[in-house]
């Protein structure tokens, strides 16, 4: 494994060193020493030369400072069995770096429209070479899902001298026993749903479906949707069965409200008026419009839709 030099200023190193010490105060002091070791050799990069093995990446950035390759492989050990067996709480660690952060005020939160912005995305930790592991992630280099470890994150936005930089608010990592993408998703709106503050809106990306934040309890967020997406003048509604048997029953059928226009068979299917349009103007005395439609409802095919 080749050796990295980091070529940073020590008061650099010095400053993380002490971020990280002052984390784990949350922790036994056991655990604490281990995962300090771990997270060290993670910041610095040795975890992408040994392909997400623990120990090579600890002793590899132990070797800079200790000598003694005795202290060196127990304290490698050390790390290892801190994160498998060790006492501590991925929450609470989170919490603790947030509470440090906000203590310094240089970190200032962007508020828009008075909302402050948490987004919510998801990512993975490929780990082919894992065998036995059962949770997968589709990665388009590779265009196939591979074994990783998916982990979804929920941020806030916030800014530091000018640059915009996002402070982690919760990570929900997957049960890496399972293949199950429902439940990972469940599990993440339901983690958005309980840590979205008054505040703050949750903001979403194309792989997430209005009607799973909707059954989840997420009042307050901003999913980007389909180009032809579609909604009612009024509730959708799905009638119950009285039969194992026959056709299914005739669904109600809503007015349709179209936000975009679309072609579809070579016509134009126009869009739906808006019931306001508003121009905001930002800082660069750009003019955007936004069209807002008041009272739209869900389709009987949203809510008979399941979770993919």
Not at 23 to 31: E, L, R, S, Y
Not at 74 to 103: F, P, W
Not at 161 to 177: M, S
Request: aromatic share 6%.
């Amino acid at each position: 494994m080749k050796t990295i030099q980091a070529n940073r200023p020590s008061q650099v190193e010095d400053r993380i060193v002490s971020l990280i010490e002052q984390m784990m105060d949350v922790v036994p002091k056991g655990t604490a020493l281990g995962l300090c070791d771990l997270i060290s050799a993670m910041f610095s990069g040795y975890f992408i030369e040994s392909g997400g093995a623990v120990m090579p990446a600890v002793e590899a950035f132990l070797r800079q400072e200790v000598e003694d390759e005795e202290e060196r492989a127990a304290r490698s050990r050390r790390a290892a069995k801190a994160l498998t067996y060790g006492s501590y709480n991925l929450k609470e660690l989170i919490d603790k770096l947030r509470e440090i952060v906000e203590e310094e005020g240089v970190w200032e939160p962007i508020v828009i429209q008075g909302y402050r912005v948490a987004p919510v995305d998801g990512t993975a930790y490929r780990r082919a070479a894992v065998k036995k592991l059962e949770s997968k992630a589709y990665f388009s280099d590779a265009n196939r899902a591979l074994p990783a470890v998916p982990i979804g994150m929920i941020a806030t936005v916030g800014e530091v001298n000018g640059q915009r930089i996002a402070l982690l608010k919760n990570a929900v990592v997957t049960d890496v026993k399972t293949n199950d993408s429902v439940a990972d998703k469940q599990e993440l709106y339901r983690q958005v749903a309980i840590g979205l503050e008054e505040d703050e809106i949750g903001v979403f990306d194309a792989g997430f479906k209005l009607v799973e934040a909707a059954e989840a309890g997420i009042e307050q967020c901003v999913i980007r949707l389909a180009l032809n997406c579609t909604f009612g003048k009024t509730a959708g509604e799905i009638p119950e069965r009285t039969s194992a048997k026959g056709r299914t029953p005739t669904q109600h059928k809503a007015e349709i409200v179209r936000p975009l226009e679309r072609r579809h068979g070579g016509k134009t299917i126009p869009a739906h008026p808006a019931d306001e349009i508003c121009t905001i103007t930002d800082e660069l005395g750009q003019e955007m419009k936004v069209h807002i439609w008041n009272k739209v409802y869900l389709l009987e095919r949203h809510l008979g839709m399941k979770i993919k």
